[in-house]
């Protein structure tokens, strides 16, 4: 029996399959968020008189249990239920009868999935939070300890400028930053509470929205009844975009390593253990985890794309559609936490060469610092420029590249700003107002 069955109707078995899907494997993640909604709405029914004290109490009490069976794995979704929602509730109706029944009332199955997603995507953005936080203080921290160690810069994959190990994990440090404020963006609108919007168009019941608000910790409301279930999707949709943005920070990352441990660069290594190998190539140490980090990663930055034509065509109120973004969304939240998480394992064991820019074939890497000395002379660029271009043209440059590189400016080799990358990540955490 359905919550919303009649006693003389019932539902083919193929449109069931059908409609429900695999969504019971994404609800039992909502379970612990679809029975705190639950207790906060019961509270608030007892004060607007809809259940008396005795009745909430007696409700919370056994919502409570059923909180600490999720919290413990005791909980499923029974053969026959349809949802999570239909579960609490049918549990609740068995160990404390009539009174269950009275806990639905103000509010819809609609609005029962809007707050459990606010709460699991509000938790979640939480985790990746501090997975990031994680992170980037460890990409600090390599930048500070290699500053020194020089390595080449590419343009078009070819040979460039010099660079230094502390200019490039600093730069995945700062891009986290900016990756960071997208997520305390998606925090604030994951923020706030959609309960008591019913189906999507209020209710004739005296509710008190900013009561469910407070219990549940939201900062603020989504106001409009039919606005608060247009959240539906929409929600999803800037998660996922904030979950791509740092996505792409470290599939990035990714293919770095993956390119300086190859042989042809050279500059990196790992411990045998987290690399490997080949079943007929002994000599194999293979980046198997960054390869698989650059997938995955990729991956989620086509969730945003995925949502927008899932959703682009719906208009206002409830649809069906919406069910099928936990099964996209939900997958993509793990696997981004799992990335984050392998990226700082490898980057913790990372292995640096020295003395990478004594090999001759970085000779020209030095061109620019031989124009710049020229400059320094009183030369004029555009001279200068020549000069060392008939030099390379004619294989007869030359440059001192054991010499000290006097680089001073902002986020220079010799000036990294690490101080004010820290702050800039202190300012985007501190947007989350976390109770």
Not at 184 to 199: D, E, F, H, R, V
Not at 213 to 221: G, H, K, S, V
Not at 337 to 353: E, F, P, R, W, Y
Request: charged share 20%.
């Amino acid at each position: 029996m359905k919550l919303w069955q009649k006693e003389n109707t019932s539902v083919s078995k193929l449109i069931e399959k059908f409609t429900v899907g695999n969504d019971k494997d994404f609800d039992i993640l909502l379970a612990p968020y679809d029975v705190e909604g639950s207790i906060a709405h019961v509270k608030m029914l007892a004060e607007v008189g809809l259940m008396t004290k005795d009745e909430a109490a007696i409700a919370v009490k056994a919502l409570e249990e059923i909180l600490h069976e999720i919290h413990n794995s005791k909980f499923a979704i029974e053969e026959g239920v349809e949802d999570v929602h239909s579960q609490v509730e049918f549990l609740l109706t068995k160990r404390i009868g009539d009174i269950g029944k009275k806990i639905h009332s103000g509010r819809s199955r609609n609005d029962q999935v809007a707050v459990d997603i606010k709460l699991y995507l509000r938790a979640e953005v939480v985790q990746v939070k501090e997975e990031v936080k994680k992170l980037f203080d460890l990409l600090v921290a390599q930048s500070e300890a290699y500053k020194d160690k020089l390595l080449p810069g590419y343009t078009h994959l070819q040979i460039a400028m010099p660079s230094s190990f502390g200019l490039w994990f600093g730069a995945y440090a700062e891009s986290l930053t900016d990756d960071m404020e997208m997520l305390a963006a998606a925090y604030t609108i994951t923020n706030k509470n959609p309960l008591g919007s019913g189906a999507g168009y209020g209710s004739s019941f005296p509710l008190n929205r900013t009561l469910t608000t407070q219990l549940l910790n939201f900062a603020t409301l989504n106001y409009n009844s039919v606005y608060a279930q247009m959240t539906r999707g929409k929600t999803e949709k800037i998660v996922a975009m904030a979950l791509s943005c740092i996505a792409a920070t470290a599939s990035k990352l990714a293919m770095d390593c993956c390119l300086y441990l190859n042989q042809n660069f050279g500059f990196i290594s790992f411990p045998a253990e987290l690399t490997t190998g080949s079943s007929i190539m002994p000599h194999k140490k293979n980046p198997d985890v960054f390869e698989l980090i650059r997938a995955k990663c990729n991956r989620i930055q086509s969730i945003p794309n995925e949502l927008i034509l899932l959703l682009n065509n719906l208009p206002s109120g409830y649809h069906r559609d919406l069910q099928l973004t936990k099964e996209i969304l939900f997958p993509a939240v793990e696997a981004l936490k799992a990335c984050l998480q392998l990226t700082v394992v490898m980057l913790s064991n990372i292995q640096i060469k020295d003395n990478i820019l004594a090999d001759e074939k970085y000779k020209y890497l030095f061109s620019v610092e031989a124009v710049n000395e020229l400059v320094n002379k009183g030369i004029p660029f555009r001279e200068a420029y020549q000069q060392v271009g008939n030099q390379i043209e004619n294989n007869t440059f030359h440059f001192d590249s054991t010499q000290p590189l006097h680089h001073t400016h902002e986020g220079s080799i010799g000036n990294l700003n690490t101080k004010e990358i820290k702050v800039a990540m202190e300012a985007a955490l501190n947007k989350f107002t976390i109770e």
